[in-house]
């Protein structure tokens, strides 16, 4: 099965601004927010979009 078009992980350093069926990462601080996001990105080969200096979005195009 291959994945197109979707939000694969949601990275967030406010976890009342998130809930949803994405699988949802929280971390400290920006610093360590923007360490996971790019290994997220690699791990699953997609792509990480800054939605906020509080949010990263994994998504597959």
């Keep these: ?6 939000i694969l992980a949601v990275i967030t350093t ?3 601004k998130v809930s949803g069926g994405a699988p949802i990462f929280y971390c400290n601080d920006a ?3 923007a360490k996971v996001a790019a290994n997220l990105e690699a791990i699953t080969d997609g792509i990480a979009h800054s ?3 509080e949010m990263y979005i994994i998504v597959k195009h």
């Design 1 to 6: 099965m291959k994945i197109e078009k979707a």
């Design 14 to 16: 406010n976890q009342s």
């Design 31 to 33: 610093k360590e927010s």
């Design 51 to 53: 939605l906020s200096d």
